[in-house]
């Protein structure tokens, strides 16, 4: 079982920056074998995909957020990142880190962070 502790969220005006942590339990295998992935719902919508990366492979990203947010991963420490910048009211969600082992189709989430964009 592999558990995922999200930190980083906060309150921000627009226009400004966080950056997302999501620290995985488990072995640097156990890690490697998953994509890692962010998600965020807003109250009354559903959860949506904002950037997700494999191990080995490119980061994949919402339209909504390509050009200001970044996402990474360093396999030694089991974390994986979201850099997020730029920041507008519309980004105000819960974030949620997702970490996914394809061969089980197994999903993990964390308990998500809360981010709210305002002045």
């Known amino acids: 079982q592999v558990q995922l502790v999200e930190s980083g969220g906060g309150l921000v005006q627009p226009g400004g920056a966080l950056r997302l942590s999501c620290a995985a339990s488990?072995?640097?295998?156990?890690?490697?074998?998953?994509?890692m992935g962010w998600y965020r719902q807003a109250p009354g919508k559903e959860r949506e995909l904002v950037a997700e990366?494999?191990?080995?492979?490119?980061?994949n990203y919402a339209d909504s957020v390509k050009g200001r947010f970044a996402i990474s991963r360093d396999n030694a420490k089991k974390t994986v990142y979201l850099q997020m910048n730029s920041l507008k009211p519309e980004d105000t969600a819960a974030y949620y880190c997702r970490g996914h082992k394809s061969r089980a189709d197994l999903n993990y989430w964390g308990q998500g962070t809360q981010v709210t964009v305002s002045s």
């Open positions: 990366l494999t191990s080995g492979g490119s980061p």
């Open positions: 488990g072995s640097i295998l156990s890690f490697l074998a998953m994509s």
